[in-house]
């Protein structure tokens, strides 16, 4: 065996001896609070990509789009079909759009409703809380209804929350917390969103 080869078995003997150790400490199950946060692309595509695996293990998700739901959405148009999954969609799509707070409020307070009974149903074991962020930080939903509401969902549930400026009280809480980083994005150079691409 050459020197460099045995200078990599070594380094990879190190490296598995340390996650090896990671593993073996790793004795808790339960489900997890994942928070997909920042202002780079990608944080909705890693949630359906975890509600894709679910899925695939036969396992009932609930997904609840707060912003999005009225765009195309190719994830969700080829997963739909799975009677594992139950999509709640708020009906006035993005809030920019329609610049009336009253309304916007009470379409999110309806969909909560959805999103409530998902976070309570021990069945449902991925819950998908898309874009709430924003719901936050306009004061559609108060944090202490949607901390409450996490807090004391069944045991066995994981919950996904994306957006931009995910509130720190949700940061805290969280089990695993992803900050998508812009590097650069494409719609600021003028390049438009591109079907199968970005939705």
């Known amino acids: 065996m050459s020197d460099r080869q045995s200078r ?3 380094s990879m003997q190190k490296l598995k001896s340390r996650v090896d150790g990671k593993v073996a ?3 808790e199950q339960r489900g997890q609070l994942l928070v997909f946060t920042g202002n780079g692309k990608g944080k909705t595509t890693a949630a359906w990509g975890t509600v894709t695996r679910a899925l695939g293990y036969g396992y009932r998700v609930g ?3 707060f912003i999005k739901g009225l765009w195309e959405c190719g994830e969700r148009q080829r997963l739909e079909e799975d009677a594992n999954l139950e999509v709640a969609i708020m009906g006035t799509g993005f809030t920019w759009e329609t610049q009336n707070r009253e309304l916007d409020t009470q379409a999110c307070q309806a969909v909560w409703h959805d999103a409530e009974r998902m976070l309570a149903d ?3 074991y991925l819950v998908v809380l898309d874009e709430i962020t924003y719901m936050l930080k306009f004061g559609y939903l108060d944090i ?3 901390k409450a ?3 004391a969902r069944p045991g066995e549930q ?3 929350v994306t957006g931009r400026n995910a509130h720190r009280e949700l ?3 969280a089990d695993t917390v992803t900050e998508m980083q812009e590097t650069r994005h494409a719609f600021n150079s003028g390049l438009q969103a591109r079907r199968g691409i970005d939705f």
């Open 8 to 10: 990599h078995q070594q």
């Open 25 to 27: 400490q790793a004795t």
């Open 63 to 65: 997904v609840v789009q």
């Open 122 to 124: 021990p069945e449902v």
């Open 144 to 146: 202490a209804t949607v």
């Open 149 to 151: 509401a996490i807090e």
């Open 158 to 160: 994981t919950v996904i």
């Open 171 to 173: 940061v805290a809480m």
